[in-house]
């Protein structure tokens, strides 16, 4: 089992920032994904996010088109922990951000094949 917990959500202006962090316990995996998701009221969970690593310290990452330019995600394998820096940000960037993991490296970015959540965090962006 893999435990998350997100954390650094808040309220924020538009154009302002914000970094999440997802903190991961319980089972350790040398190889995975930990991806960021966010859901509109109302709307299904869509993918933000990835980071996607199969051995050592070398990731790669991944985004939506809504957020390429503006988020950047890292990895901190130290602390088995992710981040998600949001900088330049929307109105519509208002939502409950959830972290994910898995224990293989697919690229998929349905939610569906992801086991591990995080409670999720509110991110509001006001104008």
């Known amino acids: 089992q893999v435990q998350l917990v997100e954390s650094g959500g808040g309220l924020v202006q538009a154009g302002g920032s914000l970094k999440l962090s997802c903190a991961a316990s319980?089972?350790?995996?040398?190889?995975?994904?930990m991806a960021w998701f966010r859901q509109h009221p109302g709307k299904e969970r869509e993918f933000v996010a990835r980071v996607r690593w199969l051995a050592g310290s070398t990731y790669y990452a991944d985004y939506a088109d809504s957020v390429k330019g503006r988020f950047s995600i890292s990895k901190d394998f130290t602390r088995n922990a992710v981040h998600l820096q949001l900088n330049s940000l929307k109105l519509e960037d208002t939502a409950v951000y959830y972290c994910?993991?898995?224990?293989?490296?697919?690229?998929?970015?349905?939610?569906?094949?992801?086991?591990?959540w995080g409670q999720g965090t509110q991110v509001t962006v006001s104008s």
């Open positions: 994910a993991a898995r224990t293989t490296s697919s690229t998929s970015s349905s939610p569906d094949g992801f086991p591990y």
């Open positions: 319980g089972r350790t995996f040398g190889s995975g994904v």
